[in-house]
């Protein structure tokens, strides 16, 4: 893989964060993806959401597939572990990791190729499961890596760059992530940074599975007239649902709004969504309304964005499965081992 570092040097005055940070110790290296790419939109996005949620980069993990999407890890905080894995298996490397260590912030990368072809099931799986991390779908509706093929979210009848018409149905991965039980489903546009920006904020402080399809044109392969991920149709027809302000727990809260237009969900850590309803009949903490919503602007030819779904009080994998707080590496031989009378009577229970 290309890599391009880029020079370490700030310019004292750049504004740093509450750890003394500033936002270029959050890039990554150049990216070498095409110029006007989505992805690049989404990276800077998740570089600001880093920053001002002030956290430390050595406790960030992440994690990809393959694709062009899946090389941006490359491009945003260098400091962070990470793991770029095979194509369509980032969800079982990260939620092994998560198993093992449970004190990181992971954040996965992926594409609609990846996760929506060869690694549905593994997507569905870590959703299902409740794995904590942030779990982004960066969406072109084509393999971008490959150069251009139809992938599982194309619409039907939506055309390739030469013209030739989509004739298989889409798979709407918001969808699938509500109806297995994602706690934080979101959808946004590489486009709209002041929509992504909190959104990306509020997932990585959500304690359980955020899921966000975030619709990010190829412009080598899928920006043309006929396709449904290009830039001019999701500003056409895109019908933001709310409008979402994250606060961290440490910020005071302003009240500049007129009563009764914005509602405040707390999460688990304390940190306030503030979200400003823009539709009238949507629901973000009804999943089934949610979802029958979904699939009517869907079939209108909408693309609804958004936070679409949270649930403040979700319990993920390590609540299920009553794990140890501590990371796995840090466990001695006497939590490993509890002894041969302890094995004894374990061997005794299942005679
Ligand atoms: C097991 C395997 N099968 C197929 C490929 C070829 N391949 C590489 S990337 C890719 C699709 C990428 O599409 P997507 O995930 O949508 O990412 P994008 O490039 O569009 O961001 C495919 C099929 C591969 N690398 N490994
Ligand atoms: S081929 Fe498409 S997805 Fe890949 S870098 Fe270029 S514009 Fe982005
Ligand atoms: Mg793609």
């Known amino acids: 893989m290309t890599y391009l570092p880029k020079p370490k040097l700030h310019h004292p005055s750049l504004p740093t964060n509450g750890l003394g940070l500033t936002r270029r110790d959050y890039e990554g290296s150049v990216s070498t993806l095409c110029a006007g790419c989505g992805h690049?939109?989404?990276?800077?996005?998740?570089?600001?959401?880093?920053?001002?949620?002030?956290?430390?980069?050595h406790r960030i993990a992440k994690l990809s597939g393959i694709g062009c999407s899946s090389k941006t890890p490359d491009y945003f905080v260098a400091p962070a572990h990470g793991f770029n894995s095979v194509h369509g298996?980032?969800?079982?490397?990260?939620?092994?990791?998560?198993?093992?260590?449970?004190?990181?912030?992971?954040?996965?990368?992926?594409?609609?190729?990846?996760?929506?072809?060869?690694?549905?099931?593994?997507?569905?799986?870590?959703?299902r499961r409740g794995v904590n991390m942030v779990y982004i779908v960066e969406n072109n509706g084509v393999y971008?890596?490959?150069?251009?093929?139809?992938?599982?979210?194309?619409?039907?009848?939506?055309?390739?760059?030469?013209?030739?018409?989509?004739?298989?149905?889409?798979?709407?991965?918001?969808?699938?992530?509500?109806?297995?039980?994602?706690?934080?489903?979101?959808?946004?546009?590489s486009g709209d940074k002041a929509q992504l920006v909190p959104l990306i904020k509020a997932a990585l402080l959500h304690k359980c599975a955020a899921f966000i399809d975030c619709i990010s044109p190829c412009v080598a392969f899928n920006n043309h007239l006929?396709?449904?991920k290009s830039f001019d149709y999701v500003r056409e027809h895109n019908e933001t649902v709310n409008r979402l302000d994250f606060i961290t727990s440490r910020e005071p809260i302003t009240a500049d709004y007129a009563p009764g237009t914005v509602e405040t969900v707390e999460q688990h850590d304390g940190s306030i969504l503030?979200?400003?309803?823009?539709?009238?009949?949507?629901?973000?903490?009804?999943?089934?309304?949610?979802?029958?919503?979904?699939g009517e602007r869907q079939a209108a030819g909408e693309v609804v964005t958004g936070l679409l779904y949270v649930d403040s009080e979700p319990h993920d994998l390590h609540d299920h499965l009553n794990t140890v707080d501590a990371p796995l590496n840090t466990?001695?031989?006497?939590?490993?081992?509890?002894?041969s009378a302890a094995l004894a009577k374990l061997n005794a229970s299942l005679r």
């Open 274 to 294: 503030r979200l400003r309803k823009l539709s009238a009949d949507f629901d973000p903490h009804d999943r089934i309304s949610a979802l029958n919503y979904l």
């Open 144 to 189: 971008g890596l490959t150069k251009g093929q139809f992938s599982a979210t194309s619409d039907r009848g939506s055309k390739s760059r030469r013209g030739v018409e989509n004739p298989d149905e889409p798979i709407d991965l918001v969808s699938m992530a509500l109806l297995l039980g994602a706690t934080f489903v979101g959808r946004s546009f």
């Open 226 to 228: 006929g396709s449904t």
């Open 331 to 339: 466990l001695g031989e006497a939590e490993l081992c509890p002894g």
């Open 40 to 57: 690049d939109s989404i990276s800077a996005a998740i570089v600001q959401a880093c920053f001002d949620l002030d956290l430390p980069p």
């Open 89 to 127: 298996r980032m969800p079982s490397v990260l939620t092994g990791a998560n198993l093992a260590n449970r004190e990181l912030i992971y954040l996965g990368v992926s594409g609609d190729g990846d996760s929506a072809s060869i690694g549905l099931g593994q997507f569905a799986h870590s959703v």
